[in-house]
Each structure stands twice: as C-alpha cells, then as structure tokens.
T-cell receptor, first 114, second 110 residues
Framework: GAGVSQTPSNKVTEKGKYVELRCDPI?????LYWYRQSLGQGPEFLIY????????DSGLPNDRFFAVRPEGSVSTLKIQRTERGDSAVYLC????????????FGPGTRLTVL | GDSVTQMEGPVTLSEEAFLTINCTYT??????LFWYVQYPGEGLQLLLK?????DKGSNKGFEATYRKETTSFHLEKGSVQVSDSAVYFC?????????FGAGTTVTVRA
C-alpha cells in the first residue's frame, strides 16, 4: 500500500516569503507528526496531531510556524516570513492509534531559504 | 528532558566486518528505544525496537539490547554488507514523541 507522501520534495524560497508543506499520511492513520531535520542532525519533533487536533505543538520554534489537519487526514505545515535558519528537511510521519505505535516516515520536503 | 547521544561518524568498514554503533540516552519514565536507518535517497525506516528493559530488538542481522542499568541501546551487526551503507539514528520514544540522536554515517566497502 501507499506510504506517507510529502509535497513538494524540494522547495526553494526567498527570505520573508510564505511556504506551505503538505503531508498525506497512510490511510487510516489517526496520528500525524511533523519533524525538522537540520543538516548533520537527527530529526527534531515539531508537532503531533491526533485526529484533527494538535495534541502537542511544543516543538514549533516560534509563532511563524503553524500546522493544520482540518479533516484528520492531510496536514499542512505553514511557515510565515521565512528565514535562512528555517532551511532544513521537514519530515512527516503517521501512525495508527496513539502512543507507542510505530511511526512511518515520509521522504521529506527539503526547504531552502535564500 | 529526553535526549539521545550516539557515536559520531563517519564509520568506514570492509565487508564482513563487525559493526557497533554506541547509543546512550537520558529519559524520564519508561521509554521505548529504536534504531532507524536512512539509506541513500530514501526516507527513514524503522530498523528495530525494544519496548522495555532487557528486551532485544533484531532485524536484518542487526541487534540491540535495551540496557536500563547503563542507559544504553548499542547497535551491532556481526558481518556487514555493502548494502548496509546508510545513516543510522538511535531514537527514544516517550509516549508519542521521538527524540533522535544526530545519526552515524556508515560506509561499507567491498
């Protein structure tokens, strides 16, 4: 079956612009996660959705970052007024149920802010 | 807070050599421990996991044992292949949140 998909695979933008990154989780997975992976580092947790609601957004670095999941499936990570330090690979993962179930990762979106 | 420290790379080995990647953690509660692998050009994949102390996770010839007394989860493989060349991440899971180490790049030469 289809895995987690993310679009676009690459995004180049200019400092100050707004970007949206999309994640399509595995069908039926109620939990969805966003992580950010900077060069040479492991992924860092950003936000966790259970259904439509953000159960934990403690990893979002500041109020320029926002994520939604209006129908409990597809999620969009939105970044306003992008900065060069936002350049990273943004990973999405999904899992069935909640808690300790295995997270399945998408291929990521590489964001470059010039 | 929760954190993971893993052996820095890069690591370069010959085929059939023994591989060890050290991983230690700091956590509250009773976390699960994972090793994820990222092959060139691919996404993160779960390699193995252990959910409680003394559990051993194993997959594709890789093994790791959850050692609570030493807060460690070292990854081992007795005989590596060229196809094992990848970046390996140790991770800790407390409820839904994963905390990752920085990753270790492993290159296996024929």
């Amino acid at each position: 079956g289809a895995g987690v998909s993310q679009t676009p695979s690459n995004k180049v933008t200019e400092k100050g612009k707004y970007v949206e990154l999309r994640c399509d989780p595995i069908s039926g997975h109620t939990a969805l996660y966003w992580y950010r992976q900077s060069l040479g580092q492991g992924p860092e947790f950003l936000i966790y959705f259970q259904g439509t609601g953000a159960a934990d957004d403690s990893g979002l670095p500041n109020d320029r970052f926002f994520a939604v999941r209006p129908e409990g499936s597809v999620s969009t990570l939105k970044i306003q007024r992008t900065e060069r330090g936002d350049s990273a690979v943004y990973l999405c993962a999904s899992s069935s149920g909640q808690g300790r179930n295995e997270q399945f990762f998408g291929p990521g979106t590489r964001l470059t802010v010039l | 807070g929760d954190s993971v420290t893993q052996m820095e790379g890069p690591v370069t080995l010959s085929e059939e050599a023994f591989l060890t990647i050290n991983c230690t953690y700091t956590a509250t509660g009773y976390p699960s421990l994972f090793w994820y692998v990222q092959y060139p050009g691919e996404g993160l994949q779960l390699l193995l996991k252990a959910t409680k102390a003394d559990d051993k996770g194993s997959n594709k010839g890789f093994e790791a044992t959850y050692r609570k007394e030493t807060t460690s989860f070292h990854l081992e493989k007795g005989s590596v292949q060229v196809s094992d060349s990848a970046v390996y991440f140790c991770a800790l899971g407390n409820d839904y949140k994963l905390s990752f180490g920085a990753g270790t790049t492993v290159t296996v030469r024929a």
